[in-house]
Nanobody
Framework: QVQVAESGGGLVQPGGSLKLSCAAS????????VAWYRQAPGKQRDLVAS???????YYADSVKGRFTISRDNAKNTVSLQMNSLKPEDTAVYYC?????????WGQGTQVTVSS
Protein backbone atom coordinates (compact mmCIF):
# COMPACT_ATOMS: atom_id res chain seq x y z
CA GLN A 1 0.00 0.00 0.00
CA VAL A 2 2.85 2.40 0.75
CA GLN A 3 5.03 3.23 -2.19
CA VAL A 4 8.37 4.99 -1.97
CA ALA A 5 10.36 6.08 -5.00
CA GLU A 6 13.70 7.81 -5.26
CA SER A 7 14.81 9.89 -8.19
CA GLY A 8 17.53 12.31 -9.16
CA GLY A 9 20.55 10.06 -9.15
CA GLY A 10 23.14 10.12 -11.87
CA LEU A 11 26.74 10.75 -12.76
CA VAL A 12 28.44 13.85 -11.44
CA GLN A 13 32.01 15.07 -11.23
CA PRO A 14 33.79 15.52 -7.91
CA GLY A 15 32.82 18.84 -6.40
CA GLY A 16 29.52 18.84 -8.20
CA SER A 17 25.99 18.81 -6.87
CA LEU A 18 23.00 16.57 -7.15
CA LYS A 19 19.54 16.66 -5.67
CA LEU A 20 17.72 13.48 -4.81
CA SER A 21 14.01 13.25 -4.24
CA CYS A 22 12.00 10.72 -2.29
CA ALA A 23 8.32 10.56 -3.09
CA ALA A 24 5.96 8.61 -0.90
CA SER A 25 2.38 7.55 -1.29
CA UNK A 26 0.19 6.28 1.50
CA UNK A 27 -1.34 7.67 4.62
CA UNK A 28 0.23 9.78 7.32
CA UNK A 29 3.25 11.02 5.41
CA UNK A 30 3.36 14.13 7.58
CA UNK A 31 3.76 11.94 10.64
CA UNK A 32 6.62 9.94 9.19
CA UNK A 33 10.31 10.22 9.74
CA VAL A 34 12.27 9.98 6.52
CA ALA A 35 15.85 8.88 6.18
CA TRP A 36 18.34 8.57 3.38
CA TYR A 37 20.71 5.63 3.42
CA ARG A 38 23.44 4.69 1.01
CA GLN A 39 25.21 1.50 0.14
CA ALA A 40 28.41 1.28 -1.83
CA PRO A 41 29.47 -1.96 -3.51
CA GLY A 42 30.68 -4.45 -0.94
CA LYS A 43 29.81 -2.19 1.95
CA GLN A 44 27.16 -1.84 4.60
CA ARG A 45 24.07 0.26 4.09
CA ASP A 46 24.65 3.37 6.19
CA LEU A 47 22.45 6.18 7.39
CA VAL A 48 23.23 9.44 5.62
CA ALA A 49 20.60 11.86 6.86
CA SER A 50 17.18 11.87 8.41
CA UNK A 51 14.36 14.25 9.12
CA UNK A 52 11.54 13.91 11.61
CA UNK A 53 7.94 14.89 11.16
CA UNK A 54 8.75 18.06 13.05
CA UNK A 55 11.66 18.92 10.79
CA UNK A 56 14.56 18.00 13.05
CA UNK A 57 17.51 16.77 11.03
CA TYR A 58 20.43 14.46 11.50
CA TYR A 59 23.49 14.04 9.33
CA ALA A 60 26.26 11.52 9.31
CA ASP A 61 29.63 13.08 10.00
CA SER A 62 30.80 12.15 6.54
CA VAL A 63 28.21 14.38 4.87
CA LYS A 64 27.70 17.10 7.46
CA GLY A 65 28.03 20.53 5.92
CA ARG A 66 27.66 19.17 2.40
CA PHE A 67 24.24 17.54 2.35
CA THR A 68 20.89 19.04 3.29
CA ILE A 69 17.71 17.11 3.89
CA SER A 70 14.34 18.80 3.69
CA ARG A 71 10.71 17.89 3.29
CA ASP A 72 7.70 19.20 1.46
CA ASN A 73 4.66 17.66 3.07
CA ALA A 74 2.30 19.21 0.54
CA LYS A 75 4.01 17.16 -2.16
CA ASN A 76 4.75 14.12 -0.01
CA THR A 77 8.42 14.44 -0.83
CA VAL A 78 11.75 14.62 0.92
CA SER A 79 14.82 15.95 -0.80
CA LEU A 80 18.50 15.43 -0.27
CA GLN A 81 20.60 18.24 -1.67
CA MET A 82 24.14 17.00 -2.11
CA ASN A 83 26.91 19.50 -2.65
CA SER A 84 30.68 19.20 -2.90
CA LEU A 85 30.35 15.59 -3.89
CA LYS A 86 33.27 13.24 -3.44
CA PRO A 87 34.06 9.91 -5.07
CA GLU A 88 33.38 8.22 -1.75
CA ASP A 89 29.79 9.43 -1.99
CA THR A 90 29.29 6.96 -4.83
CA ALA A 91 26.58 4.54 -3.79
CA VAL A 92 23.02 3.50 -4.27
CA TYR A 93 20.92 5.89 -2.22
CA TYR A 94 17.79 4.57 -0.58
CA CYS A 95 14.91 6.40 1.01
CA UNK A 96 13.19 4.97 4.06
CA UNK A 97 9.87 6.29 5.31
CA UNK A 98 9.11 5.26 8.85
CA UNK A 99 6.06 5.41 11.06
CA UNK A 100 5.58 3.88 14.46
CA UNK A 101 3.68 0.99 12.88
CA UNK A 102 5.60 0.39 9.67
CA UNK A 103 8.37 1.46 7.38
CA UNK A 104 8.92 1.34 3.65
CA TRP A 105 11.94 1.44 1.38
CA GLY A 106 12.36 2.78 -2.08
CA GLN A 107 14.14 0.91 -4.83
CA GLY A 108 17.22 3.07 -4.67
CA THR A 109 18.86 5.49 -7.05
CA GLN A 110 22.45 5.30 -8.20
CA VAL A 111 24.78 8.20 -7.50
CA THR A 112 28.18 8.04 -9.13
CA VAL A 113 30.82 10.67 -8.43
CA SER A 114 33.66 10.30 -10.85
CA SER A 115 35.84 12.19 -13.25
Amino acid sequence: QVQVAESGGGLVQPGGSLKLSCAASGAYFRAAAVAWYRQAPGKQRDLVASITSGGSTYYADSVKGRFTISRDNAKNTVSLQMNSLKPEDTAVYYCNVSWWFNNAWGQGTQVTVSS
